[in-house]
């Protein structure tokens, strides 16, 4: 599968963005999804995951009450609502994919065998 992230950009403290990740393949809902970001530096964290069909998701402490990971299966894509954002979130954010749901509890880059490129999330204090 390709996956496609969008929706990266430049905001204010304390905004909001929305990411993307579209997926190529019609069997999308066969997938676990993952989230991850990169900041300069530093190494490739966990974000959030989300199951196959949605519905459970987890998220790393740092974005708790503040990211929202969903997806829509019928549009192949997932998506991951960033609120109340912090100039400790920029980061390049990357989607992943792994056709094993156990392998979201891993919460490493290592399991996840699909990857899309990075969208750059850039945050000003």
């Known amino acids: 599968v390709q996956l496609q992230a969008s929706g990266g950009g430049s905001v204010q403290a304390g905004g909001s963005l929305r990411l993307s990740c579209e997926a190529s393949e019609r069997t999308f809902n066969r997938f676990a999804m993952a989230w991850f970001r990169q900041a300069p530096g530093k190494e490739r964290e966990f974000v959030a995951a989300i199951s196959q069909s949605g519905e459970r998701t987890y998220y790393a402490d740092s974005v708790k009450g503040r990211f929202t990971f969903s997806r829509d299966n019928a549009k192949d894509t997932a998506y991951l609502q960033m609120i109340t954002l912090k100039p400790e979130d920029t980061a390049a954010y990357y989607c992943?994919?792994?056709?094993?749901?156990?392998?979201?509890?891993?919460?490493?880059?290592?399991?996840?065998?699909?990857w899309g490129l990075g969208t750059l999330v850039t945050v000003s204090s």
């Open positions: 992943a994919a792994t056709l094993s749901q156990l392998n979201i509890f891993a919460k490493a880059p290592a399991f996840f065998e699909y």
